[in-house]
């Protein structure tokens, strides 16, 4: 290796959101962030969801099985809420030892929302028993009124959903995902320490402009939808400070590019293939690759309190190309940065 390029030595990185999806998409998924990660909190959005344990151990299983030999991967599975969630399904994932947490996508909100909640009240009881087992409440933290500005809909969820809610239970550990707004930055700063929050990659690398001016992209489309550069800087800061409340998780979505490519695309960037690349180019933007090991390796797993890895992953400063597609079933995905450079490297 040339001595002047620079390197970066970290434990390995964990994912705390990624979408996999189900079968034929899992041999590219796993493998994917199998080669990065050591675990991933793997979200239940399926057709049909993931709303008890025994399914949720059933698509671990299958997810296993997708592992290529050598490589190795721990999926932390997660519960899909609905407005019949019992407490007593919450009590069975809980002893189940392998679901780590429980999902709240409103109705509506997003990718395989229909079976989502309709109304906060009613998992009340599903979270005064995850507030008593210390199962990990995660949110999609967006407004679906359709009168609500889709810019503004993360926003005034804070103030209507989230601010009423963590006073009702102030002991519930909550994971406010792939926030995207400086009012969301805020809001986790100035919680208790049972508050914490995830980063994409694309809300630190893009903002609406690369999404819509010059023409439409339709593979920066994704939800909660980028918002203004003011924003992207927030979120920039919150993630390269140090704060231990702001975690890793992708939000990677493998869609068929017919899906996105579409007068009606869906929501969703596929980045698992180079998630830390990208995380270590966003990171040295902000002259700050030095905080990249704490947000991608210690505070999510410091959060699930679960050990932190003991691997090493190692990566440098050497341009590569990613590639302008990859095969899946009969369909193409294309990932995000399609055949533009990735400014760092993971070294094998
Ligand atoms: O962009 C997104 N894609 N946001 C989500 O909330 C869901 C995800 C998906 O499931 O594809
Ligand atoms: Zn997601």
Redesign the pocket.
């Known amino acids: 290796m040339n001595s002047a390029t620079p390197t970066v030595t970290l434990v390995q990185p964990d994912d705390w959101h990624i979408?996999l999806r189900d079968g034929p998409a899992l041999a590219r998924t796993v493998n994917d962030a199998a080669k990065q990660f050591g675990r991933v909190i793997v979200?239940p959005?399926l057709l049909p969801p993931v709303t008890n344990t025994v399914q949720a151990q059933q698509y671990r299983q299958r997810i296993i099985e997708a592992l290529d030999l050598q490589l190795t991967l721990d999926p932390l599975m997660v519960l899909y809420l609905t407005d019949n969630t019992s407490a007593d399904t919450v009590r069975q994932a809980k002893q189940s030892g392998f679901v780590h947490a429980a999902k709240l996508y409103p109705a509506g909100?997003?990718?395989?929302s229909d079976s989502g909640v309709t109304d906060i009240k009613n998992i009340y009881p599903a979270l005064e028993e995850m507030q008593k087992n210390g199962l990990v409440f995660s949110i999609?933290g967006e407004i679906t009124d359709s009168h609500v500005d889709i810019f503004d809909r993360e926003e005034k969820f804070i103030d209507q959903i989230l601010t009423p809610l963590v006073s009702d239970f102030p002991e519930l550990k909550i994971v406010f995902e792939?926030i995207t707004t400086q009012q969301a930055v805020d809001f986790v700063q100035s919680a208790n320490d049972n508050i914490a929050a995830t980063i994409t990659i694309h809300h630190l690398l893009y903002n609406r402009n690369h999404l819509l001016a010059g023409g439409i992209r339709p593979h920066y489309?994704?939800?909660?939808i980028l918002k203004r550069e003011l924003h992207q800087k927030s979120l920039i800061q919150a993630a390269t400070s140090g704060n231990k409340k702001f975690f890793i998780g992708t939000?990677s979505?493998p869609?068929p590019q017919h899906s996105k490519e579409s007068a009606c695309g869906?929501?969703?960037?596929y980045t698992a293939f180079a998630a830390i690349e990208l995380y270590a180019e966003a990171f040295d933007l902000a002259n700050a690759i030095d905080k990249l090991e704490g947000f991608a390796s210690f505070y999510g797993a410091d959060f699930y309190q679960l050990p932190r890895n003991t691997q090493l992953i190692t990566l440098q400063k050497k341009t590569w190309q990613a590639p302008s597609h990859f095969d899946m079933s009969d369909d193409k995905l294309i990932p995000l940065r399609a055949q533009q450079d990735i400014l760092w490297s993971l070294i094998d």
Do not use: I, V
């Not at 909100?109 to 395989?112: F, Y």
């Open positions: 979408h979200m959005n909100a997003t990718t395989h999609h792939h489309y994704c939800l909660p939000d979505a869609h869906c929501a969703g960037a």
